[in-house]
């Protein structure tokens, strides 16, 4: 549930797209709008009309995102397309058709039939063994069955991650593969719900740090309360620790301790309503712009990693604003944040509100 109606949602998005695309998205590169309204069924009990709703989306899209909105009916500008998402019928799997023929721009690629056996072979090994994550030399073993060399089932691991089917980091776990993507997910869950399952009951020095600023080390999270999916001798804190880091999920704070964003406190309504700016400033919005990538992923958190982590390194340093005398981030919440620009020409300070 959300405290925002679904028009402000849609703007949140919308806001988000526009400040992440190219120069080059245009024509028929750019990427594709599609709004599709999944309560077609109940439609009798709102009091807006479809043609008000479709003309808020022709306000809210157009002309900005002229080149990317996929039309329901382009002889009328309807950009909603109505589907009974509950018992959908003929007309909403023609519907449905009509969608992925619009948005499937791409040549069908050409691929070696074995690589889709080796995801099947893999899952089935994922079940015997009862785990998610393989070391590479035993897909090694299971691909030679399949006549694969090293460089054949190279390619097919790295195709395999493209379509999400797998999780493989050569670059940071080189050994690992991760048969069920759903294993990662699951350790960053577990952090959260056993930060969440201590309701202010903490123990020594590391559970408090772990729960009023959200610190962890290695040794902390070796701890069986942290055991889900770690596998002894393949996939353990450390691995964890380094694919955190890499996703920015976990930022360096100090020697051999690592901050965690995401198990930050939120800051209420009325608390973050004091840090806004009244919509009588007429100021240029501020434009975040990441070469490299990764705080691009849409995790609020990631900003934060971003910003604390020594990867940060462009032309202005940018540092996290820390109250007088602390030593740890105490000051940050989840979803609002303060940092300074101290060295370029025109030092300022900045709170982004999430």
């Known amino acids: 549930e959300s405290d925002l109606t679904t028009e402000q949602l849609l703007q949140q998005g919308l806001r988000s797209l526009h400040s ?6 245009k024509g028929d590169d750019a990427p594709q709008i599609v709004v599709i309204g999944t309560h077609k069924d109940r439609e009798g009990e709102c ?39 509950q018992c959908p019928g003929q007309e909403e ?11 499937r721009r ?10 889709m056996a080796l995801e099947i072979v893999l899952d089935e090994i994922t079940h015997v063994l009862q785990r998610g994550l393989l070391h590479k030399n035993e897909c090694l073993e299971v691909a030679r069955r399949l006549h694969f060399d090293e460089s054949t089932l190279e390619a097919a691991l790295m195709y395999l991650d493209e379509l999400s089917l797998i999780l493989y980091y050569p670059d940071i776990l080189p050994d690992l593969v991760f048969t069920n993507p759903q294993v990662l997910l699951d350790k960053v869950s577990e952090l959260v719900k056993v930060h969440h399952d201590l309701m202010k009951r903490c123990g020594d020095k590391a559970w408090q740090e772990f729960f009023n600023h959200a610190l962890v080390t290695v040794e902390f999270l ?25 996703l920015f999920i976990f ?5 051999g301790k690592f901050f965690v964003p995401c198990l930050l406190r939120m800051l209420g309504r009325d608390d973050v309503s004091k840090y806004r700016l009244s919509h009588d400033y ?13 705080p691009r992923r849409g995790i609020f958190c990631a900003l934060i990693s971003f910003f604390t982590s020594p990867e940060n390194r462009y032309p202005h340093q940018w540092k996290l604003m820390m109250p007088d005398k602390s030593v740890t981030p105490d000051c940050l919440y989840r979803n609002c944040i303060e940092f300074s620009i101290s060295e370029a020409d025109t030092p300022c300070c900045v709170t982004v509100i999430d």
């Not at 023609?94 to 023929?101: E, F, I, K, L, S």
């Not at 070796?222 to 890499?246: A, T, W």
């Not at 930022?251 to 020697?255: F, L, R, V």
């Open 106 to 115: 791409s040549k069908p690629r050409r691929i070696p039939l074995p690589w």
């Open 282 to 294: 007429h100021l240029t919005p501020l434009v975040l712009h990441f070469t490299d990538g990764p």
């Open 47 to 85: 009091k807006e009309s479809r043609e008000a709703k479709n003309q808020k989306l022709r306000e809210m899209l157009l002309p900005t995102f002229k080149d990317e909105v996929v039309y329901y009916q382009a002889a009328t500008n309807d950009i909603l397309f109505p589907m009974n998402a």
């Open 93 to 103: 799997e023609d519907m449905a058709q009509v969608v992925r023929n619009r948005v």
């Open 20 to 25: 992440h695309r190219s120069s080059k998205d």
């Open 251 to 255: 930022a360096n704070y100090s020697e």
């Open 222 to 246: 070796s701890q069986k309360d942290f055991d889900k999916h770690y596998v002894p001798g393949l996939f353990m804190p450390e691995n964890f620790v380094i694919f955190c880091r890499k």
